[in-house]
């Protein structure tokens, strides 16, 4: 709490400064020093803040720190905010580099916004079957480094943190209760489940054990045996006892109250909840009903491409088709092992023809591992975890029941997930030069998602995808990402059932019915969120189509991919103004060499 106060008092002693700070008379120096201390200033509190995440972007320096979850440090975060929000408005920035421009704009932006949200007390309920502490921390073994007796003193010190943070959660939790604001009950259940299994891991088989299972060379014997002890020791008596605790509290308590409406529509200020969450989201003025019609109109033009590839197969018409492949087990996974392999293969041979379709390649490595056995059941297919550091990036294969599982869209989510997908953007993100941290290590739904999904159909632009199956699995993801603008807004917006949700998507899809339902649970526990990929997608292509068309023969791939990357994440309007920007640019020089 010490280094929690005294950030505070820092970060507000820079507001103060600023503030009394005249304007009139200042160099174009002195304007640039202030918006550089003001941006370091507010990374280094986010940092002190959320010492996870600065474990997740590669500084150690909090490493033996978890977050304060207490009602009153939500209140001083949203003092800060508002605080910090008024000193970036007041600087002045005239004279400074476009990109230095752009700088405060984002950072304003970012700031109105947790100013904004503030207002639903998102963190009074803080858990679900894919996001909370009870996953956030069964993962730390993952994300933190183990290469020193610190390292590992660093970890035990967090382990016994775990208690306090999961009695502030569930307080948070039961003011949640009294303010009406509960996700659904029956992913409540699975929460409670999810903790359980946690819990009920003993000895090496529990994720909190794996530090010890092997130590580096480098600590000596001793020391390998005290560390080993202290840290069993805390997973028996702080870690486990936390989690069976938690899970109790939810199976009896906390879920028996959770709402039995699926929409956001029926939180307090639902309506304004949801066109906030499809704002941020997506990082458009779109309004819900809007994106709805969107999703349809998107259906109807990819299921006619689906119908002619069903036909080039001997079937006539989409529905016999899908019926086929939802009953044929050669086309459903064999063994965790084999899916696994199958991601590591596309992986491979897309890093081959990356030359053709970047100038700049990150230097960040890419691992394919199988996702954690404690969120697998109610996860997705795979997922990717950014690499910091010495860290690499990690493609996450859900190797949960894969005889449930079908192989369609392996080779896509590969690409998608994988490269040219999210490890390719979030690595070179982090290692642009001169790029302030908050933008390196930003995250836009809509633009970083966009580009994953805009990326399964590069592994076609260079040759993938040549049997007719993983072609149609690549169609399934573009329809599943369609019927996602449709089912999130049908059941947030115009209150569908879960049950619409589900039969919208076997109308549609061939997905399995595993994959469906997961899909649907969770959209319906991270509202908005599905919407960012399919709307990001297709604005990369348009403005691709725009740069196409106006740049003619001077049109080159490579560059144009380089430029959506060049800056890090962005919003989708302002990549829009940077790529008009550069195509601008690419027309004067072309013009110059004339």
């Not at 995440?53 to 500084?59: E, K, P, S």
């Not at 909370?132 to 390292?151: C, E, I, N, W």
């Not at 903790?195 to 000596?220: H, T």
């Not at 064999?334 to 899916?339: N, T």
């Amino acid at each position: 709490m010490l280094a929690r106060n005294l950030s505070k008092v820092t970060c507000g002693g820079v507001v103060l400064l600023f503030a009394s700070l005249p304007m009139q008379g200042q160099t174009q120096q002195t304007r640039k020093a202030k918006l550089d201390a003001a941006i370091n200033a507010e990374w280094q509190y986010e940092l002190r803040t959320y010492p996870e995440m600065a474990t997740y972007v590669g500084d150690t320096r909090y490493n033996d720190r978890l977050s304060d979850y207490s009602p009153e440090a939500y209140a001083r975060e949203e003092r800060h905010a508002e605080h910090a929000l008024q000193l970036f408005k007041a600087l002045d920035v005239t004279g400074l580099s476009e990109q230095e421009q752009l700088n405060k704009a984002l950072m304003v932006r970012q700031l109105s916004e947790e100013v904004e949200e503030a207002r639903f007390k998102d963190w009074e309920m803080p858990v679900n079957q894919m996001n909370g502490v009870h996953l956030d921390y069964a993962a730390l073994a993952s994300q933190m480094p183990f290469r020193t007796v610190k390292d590992y003193e660093n970890y035990l010190a967090r382990l016994q943190q775990l208690p306090r943070a999961f009695d502030q959660v569930t307080a948070d939790m039961r003011l949640g209760m009294r303010d009406g604001l509960m996700p659904p009950k029956y992913l409540l259940e699975k929460v409670a489940a999810e903790a359980q299994e946690i819990a009920q891991k003993k000895g090496v088989e529990s994720p909190f054990a794996a530090p010890v299972v092997k130590f580096p060379a480098g600590i000596s014997a001793t020391e390998q045996a005290r560390l080993k002890g202290a840290i069993v020791k805390a997973v028996e008596e702080d870690a486990a006892p936390a989690y069976a605790k938690f899970a109790a509290f939810v199976r009896t308590e906390y879920a028996p109250h959770g709402r039995t409406e699926y929409g956001v529509w029926s939180l307090p200020d639902g309506a304004a909840r949801y066109r906030f969450d499809v704002r941020q989201m997506t990082t458009t003025e779109l309004a819900p009903d809007e994106i709805h019609r969107m999703g349809l109109a998107q259906v109807t033009e990819i299921e006619a491409q689906m119908v002619a590839l069903a036909r080039s197969q001997g079937y006539s018409d989409l529905k016999s088709f899908n019926e086929h492949i939802r009953k044929d087990p050669a086309l459903y996974g064999k063994s965790g092992a084999q899916v696994l392999g199958l991601y590591q293969h596309y992986v491979d041979q897309m890093s081959g023809k990356l030359p053709q379709l970047f100038g700049r390649l990150p230097k960040n490595k890419l691992e394919v591992v199988p996702m954690d056995a404690f969120r697998a059941p109610d996860a997705v297919p795979a997922d990717y975890s950014p690499g910091a550091g010495n860290r690499p990036g990690r493609v996450n294969v859900n190797e949960y029941d894969p005889t449930h599982r079908l192989l369609l869209n392996v080779e896509a989510i590969a690409y998608h997930e994988g490269i040219p997908g999210h490890h390719l953007q979030f690595s070179i993100a982090q290692e642009i030069p001169g790029l302030p941290p908050f933008r390196r290590f930003g995250n836009y739904n809509a633009y970083s998602e966009g580009w994953a999904f805009y990326a399964e159909r590069l592994g076609k632009e260079v040759g993938f995808y040549q049997d007719p199956y993983s072609e149609y699995g690549r169609l399934e993801n573009e329809m599943w990402r369609s019927v996602r603008l449709v089912v999130d807004t049908g059941v947030h917006y115009d209150h569908w059932s879960r049950a619409q949700m589900i039969q919208f998507f076997r109308d549609h899809t061939a997905m399995d019915e595993q994959n469906i339902e997961t899909e649907v649970d969770r959209y319906i526990a991270w509202p908005g969120q599905a919407l960012a990929y399919k709307l990001g997608q297709m604005k990369i292509l348009e403005l691709r189509e725009r740069a196409r068309q106006q740049l003619g023969a001077r049109f080159d791939l490579r560059s144009f991919h380089d430029a959506v990357l060049a800056q890090g994440p962005l919003p989708l309007d302002v990549l829009e103004k940077t790529i008009d920007q550069w195509i601008a640019e690419q027309k004067a020089a072309g013009g110059a060499t004339r």
